[in-house]
């Protein structure tokens, strides 16, 4: 495991975690308010490490990483990702994949809709984000305002266009007791796919798969080895 580093297009310095090694990368995205630490990006990087090389990273204003938080909207994280691919490419990767938990998954479908990657797997990801819904999780989870720009970032970004456009495989999980972001979410995502796709509700499982991780390691890795 080793700490790495890297710029967006802002300048700002991005700092993750690269483990494992291959050609094949995979880089993992966190969700809102999140890092690279999260419970499901840590347990999913040390069980796909052994035939990966896995990139979990912070985006900017986020964890370790430069920027300001009330910045980090949808169109600035796209970017970042799309850093991120560049990275992995420098350091040798020939394939790039995407994993994305709850907005990281918005993320990696974005960003998948102009660049080509060879899998994604998005994990309790939202089908259209809600102004109202981010601007009430940022003042419960981080105890900040989002500006105007933020929220107007938020109205002009569509994850369903963006998921229309991507030609590369698609695993869509969600857990069935998901109280963050509805599994109904997950159908409109796996509609909008028209590439090859599969979806996996998982029942009884929350957001977070908290203590069952182990099941959705098993379920991804399935998916990426395919």
Same mark, same amino acid.
């Given at each position: ?12 310095? @991005?700092?993750?975690?690269?483990? &494992?090694?291959? =050609?094949?990368?995979?880089? !993992?995205?966190?969700? +809102?308010? *999140? %890092?690279?630490?999260?419970?499901? @990006?840590?347990?999913?990087?040390? &069980?796909?490490? =052994?035939?990966?090389?896995? !990139?979990?990273?912070? +985006?900017? *204003? %986020? ?18 990702? !799309? ?25 990696? !479908? ?117």
């Amino acid at each position: 495991m080793e700490k790495v580093a890297f710029k967006n297009k802002q300048g700002e310095t @991005l700092v993750g975690i690269l483990e &494992g090694s291959g =050609d094949k990368g995979v880089i !993992l995205c966190h969700g +809102f308010t *999140g %890092n690279k630490s999260s419970p499901v @990006l840590h347990t999913l990087a040390h &069980g796909l490490k =052994d035939a990966f090389l896995c !990139l979990r990273f912070d +985006f900017s *204003g %986020n964890g370790e990483s430069e920027g300001k938080f009330e910045d980090s909207n949808y169109s600035k994280e796209t970017s970042d990702l !799309l850093c991120a691919i560049q990275f992995m490419k420098k350091i040798g990767c020939k394939k790039v994949a995407f994993i994305g938990h709850s907005m990281g998954g918005s993320i990696c !479908l974005l960003a998948a809709s102009k660049v080509s990657v060879y899998t994604i797997v998005t994990i309790g990801t939202h089908s259209g984000p809600s102004p109202e819904r981010l601007s009430y999780l940022a003042k419960k989870w981080v105890k900040k305002d989002l500006p105007e720009s933020f929220l107007a970032d938020v109205r002009q970004t569509n994850v369903l266009d963006a998921a229309a456009k991507i030609q590369c495989p698609v695993l869509v999980v969600h857990g069935s007791k998901d109280d963050i972001v509805d599994v109904l979410h997950a159908n409109e995502i796996f509609e909008s796919l028209e590439s090859r796709k599969k979806k996996l509700i998982l029942d009884g499982e929350c957001h977070d798969f908290q203590g069952k991780q182990s099941k959705l390691v098993k379920f991804v890795r399935e998916f990426l080895e395919k």
